[in-house]
């Protein structure tokens, strides 16, 4: 090609390229200052870009993995991010996000289409410092890390129950874990946080010093800062016992009775913990995939625990290292390979209904029969409901712990958490699988207030969501009684809406 020939073509890509939307000059120049600042830390597309390349895939929900920031910073310490926070508001135009393990599957929160990513690759790992028994522990990499090395020394702390999960993002969320009935949510046990303000200032926010703030980074996602390094009080454990045990159909009317008992007393042996997932997938299949935790070596064989294990199936929990099972735990989602949504909904553990568990997952099975049977039936993969028992002593360890954004406390009801998932493989599909999922909670807005009548319970109990398995279009933040105390705050500490208008993420 000759030189005029060849500008040509280029003029032709760029053209095809702006149709399709180029990130902004703007953006353009921030990446420029980006990689100036902080040398070999900033990502840039283009051909033969095999680090860009991965990064980009480094998302759960194949959705995301299709999006093209215009570059990703990869910072090394707090200092980094800091340098990376003032040069972005140097540029109020551009958009960006952070990224800790990025599997938040909504579209906008942890990477952005030719913005500017921050991403925790190498701020990874954990420390158990023994003088002042706590954890150290980074935002990036995976549970499987933290679980791994702070075993080494007896310790673990409240976090993820899939080990193939990220860390960052859900000790920001709230953080459902095997040990919350004993330690409270996976938040309420971090006391110092080393975080990048709006200013592009590193604060160690600690929650003896700045209770409000600590209370306020407990389930506000990323509107307070970028966090580079948890501090987080510990809990001690030797082996445990548990593993994931699927059903079938047939055992269905035994487990949701189990599962109806345990949530109104798996409170009362905190050691024991579930997720019960149900699945339902092409042509009718329906399966339940629970998943066991005992904070002990042997399981107790009397409670709702013991009648849980006493459903017969093929499987086999056993005594192990925590970090194996959640190590196993993780296994068999991370073949999933699939679009995603995620979309939760709060509701009371209504004791006089016990049939509640299968109405809302028959309601589930009706309105995704349809998008499951579209040929070839691999186009959907498959939805599920998960049912995470959530009671009212979680809030009062909460209350003790100085609390959390989501406000439980020592007087909550009993809760269950419920999480709607979806995979499938097509863009073209995505409307189809968010309305089945928003379908879903507005059938709950309608009948679960109903529910709550006949059963002669209390109507404005509080309900609040929670967010780490919340859909973007969720009034999470809304949802929490001390909304108006925790905005104000967020405006004091990111007066030019930094977070609040140009980063990723639930907004106050
Ligand atoms: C397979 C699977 C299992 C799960 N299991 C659990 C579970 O057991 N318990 C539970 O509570 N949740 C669970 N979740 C939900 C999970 O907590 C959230 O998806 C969470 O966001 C994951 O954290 P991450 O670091 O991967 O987040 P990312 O996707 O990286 O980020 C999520 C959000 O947090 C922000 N963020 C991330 N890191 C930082 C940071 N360092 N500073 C400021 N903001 C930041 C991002 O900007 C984004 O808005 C699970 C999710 C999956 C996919
Ligand atoms: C759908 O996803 C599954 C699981 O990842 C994969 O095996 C299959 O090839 C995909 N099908 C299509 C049509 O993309
Ligand atoms: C930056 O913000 C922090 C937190 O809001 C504040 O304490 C600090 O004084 C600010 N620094 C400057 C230089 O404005």
Redesign the pocket.
């Known amino acids: 090609m000759g030189k005029s020939a060849s500008l040509a073509f280029v003029t032709l890509l760029l053209g095809a390229q702006s149709v399709l939307g180029d990130p902004s000059e703007a953006t353009n120049k921030a990446c420029t200052d980006l990689k100036n600042a902080l040398p070999g830390k900033v990502l840039t597309p283009g051909f033969l870009q095999l680090e860009y390349e991965y990064e980009t895939q480094q998302y759960w929900a194949t959705n995301l993995r299709e999006v093209d920031p215009a570059c990703i910073v990869q910072p090394n310490s707090a200092q980094d991010v800091s340098d990376a926070v003032k040069i972005l508001n140097k540029y109020p135009t551009v958009q960006f996000a952070t990224r800790s393990g990025g599997h938040d599957p909504n579209k906008g929160h942890s990477t952005v289409q030719d913005g500017v990513v921050i991403a925790m690759t190498d701020l990874v790992g954990a420390r158990y410092d023994a003088e002042e028994d706590v954890a150290y522990v980074k935002p990036g990499g995976e549970w499987n890390d933290v679980i791994s090395e702070l075993e080494k020394s007896g310790v673990a702390i409240a976090g993820g129950r899939l080990g193939l999960v990220g860390v960052g993002g859900l000790l920001l969320g709230g953080g459902l874990s095997f040990l919350n009935a004993q330690e409270g949510l996976a938040s309420d046990n971090i006391i110092g946080w080393e975080t990048v303000?709006?200013?592009?200032?590193i604060?160690n926010v600690d929650a003896k010093k700045h209770p409000d703030l600590a209370q306020a980074m407990r389930g506000s996602g990323g509107q307070f800062?970028i966090v580079t390094q948890f501090k987080a009080k510990v809990h001690h454990l030797g082996n445990v016992w548990g593993g994931s045990c699927v059903y079938d159909e047939s055992k269905a009317d035994q487990l949701y009775a189990v599962l109806h008992d345990f949530t109104a007393q798996g409170a009362q042996d905190p050691k024991a913990a579930i997720i019960f997932s149900d699945l339902v997938f092409a042509a009718g299949v329906k399966l339940k995939l629970v998943f066991y935790f005992y904070d002990n070596p042997t399981p107790p064989t009397s409670g709702p625990f013991a009648d849980f294990i006493k459903v017969s199936s093929a499987c086999k929990p056993t005594t192990q290292k925590y970090s194996e099972l959640l190590k196993k735990n993780g296994d068999p989602v991370g073949l999933l390979n699939a679009r995603s949504f995620f979309r939760t909904y709060t509701i009371p553990h209504i004791p006089a209904r016990p049939q509640m568990y299968k109405e809302i997952r028959d309601k589930l099975a009706e309105l995704t029969t349809q998008f499951l049977s579209i040929p070839p039936l691999i186009r959907a993969i498959q939805f599920s409901v998960d049912f995470q028992p959530f009671p009212a002593l979680f809030g009062k360890i909460s209350a003790t712990k100085g609390g959390n954004a989501m406000g439980l406390t020592a007087s909550d009801p009993d809760r269950i958490i419920l999480i709607f998932q979806g995979a499938w493989n097509l863009s073209d599909d995505d409307d189809l699988a968010h309305g089945i999922a928003r379908q879903l909670t507005s059938w709950l807005d309608e009948v679960v207030p109903k529910w709550i009548a006949e059963a002669g319970m209390p109507e404005n109990m509080y309900m609040p969501l929670f967010l780490n398995d919340a859909m973007w279009d969720q009034p999470v933040m809304q949802s929490y009684k001390d909304y108006n105390k925790f905005k104000t705050l967020q405006k004091?500490?990111?007066p030019d809406g930094l977070w609040s208008t140009r980063a990723g993420g639930f907004k106050y």
């Open positions: 303000m709006a200013n592009g200032s604060v800062g004091q500490v990111d």
